[in-house]
């Protein structure tokens, strides 16, 4: 089997459902041979690796630790879902405090063993401010850190692929920008349907409010469904993002990175924008859309501002002017 790199992916929390997932498509899509499974719950992260290795791959090298040293050090690619899950009734922003002292360990791990990775993608939520705090931590470069963003804006394609019965593959330009959470932009003004530009379609304002809606709630509509948070999605997802930083397919859909942008007015925040990752990390350019979605956008903008500055109260980052002295690439 033809793999894309040999060089050590690490995938932290495999003992859970996202990250057994990551595992099994990362090595199912040729990445890299050299996986490591990193979990704290040991009989949990051993019957992943067994069933990895019951798969059989060929040539795939396999490890599983409990031990952060082991797991972390010479990694160059690192996917984290090691976070608590949602739960039936809960926002992303009810697990800020727990997850981000989970990030905050996650980044010094980092910084600590591995400080030449080439590239992390967060996933666990609140994800903009999850992967926010292991950034800080870390002393990565902010093209070198990204959050998952990009389900919101595939949520939103199948939604309006359904509306008007046609393959998803056949919508375009259905994104959702700033946070990865209840206050998420949604931008369907350049949305084209099978070719035919959605403005054009006749979609009444209330059916069009559903479907922004049931984008919103996307997350926590699989929660009601299936009695557990989304894990297919995000754990294939993760991983093309990990391969477009392989060197890959470049990944077009939005990705959370860091945004510190005086023209565009956002600051020192971890946001979804239009992003293309590929070898030499994440790239962003400006967001286009109506007044409307831009108002939108804002207070997207703000909302992750606000729970900025709640893990700042919180002593799990610095405040912003003192971000430097944790990571000198801010």
């Known amino acids: 089997m033809k793999y894309l790199t040999n060089e050590k992916l690490t995938i932290v929390g495999a003992g859970g459902m996202i990250g057994s997932n990551m595992a099994q498509t990362a090595l199912m899509l040729g990445l890299t041979p050299n996986i490591c499974l990193y ?16 798969c059989a791959f060929e040539g795939a090298n396999v490890s599983w630790t409990v031990d952060p040293a082991v797991a972390f050090k010479d990694a160059k690619y690192i996917i984290s879902s090691g976070g608590a899950p949602r739960k039936e009734g809960m926002t992303r922003e009810d697990l800020l405090k727990g997850n981000c002292q989970i990030a905050a360990e ?105 479907i922004k809606h049931a984008t919103v709630q996307g997350g926590s509509n699989i929660i009601k469904l299936r009695g557990r948070s989304s894990f297919q999605s995000p754990a294939y997802q993760a991983v093309k993002m990990i391969e477009a930083a392989m060197g890959g397919a470049k990944f077009c859909w939005p990705a959370g990175c860091y945004v510190n942008d005086d023209k565009l007015g956002y600051k020192n925040v971890m946001m979804a924008m239009p992003t293309v990752i590929d070898a030499d990390g994440v790239h962003y350019t400006a967001p286009d859309g109506t ?29 912003v002017a003192e971000w430097t002295k944790e990571n000198p690439n801010l």
């Open 291 to 319: 007044a409307a979605e831009m108002a939108d956008l804002k207070a997207s903008y703000e909302h992750l501002c606000k729970m900025r500055d709640e893990i700042v109260s919180l002593g799990i980052v610095p405040p």
């Open 39 to 54: 979990d704290i719950y040991e009989p949990g992260v051993h019957g992943v690796a067994e069933e990895i290795y019951h």
């Open 106 to 210: 996650f980044g010094d791990l980092i910084k600590k063993y591995c400080p030449d990775v080439k590239h992390v993608v967060v996933i666990f939520n609140p994800a903009d401010v999850t992967a926010l705090t292991a950034l800080i931590h870390s002393g990565l470069k902010p093209n070198q850190l990204t959050s998952l963003a990009a389900l919101d804006s595939t949520r939103l394609q199948e939604a309006l692929a359904a509306e008007f019965g046609v393959q998803q593959c056949k919508v375009t330009g259905a994104r959702t920008y700033g946070g990865h959470g209840e206050a998420m932009a949604v931008f369907a003004s350049k949305a084209v349907i099978d070719g035919t530009p959605l403005a054009e379609k006749n979609l009444s304002a209330e059916r069009w409010a559903e």
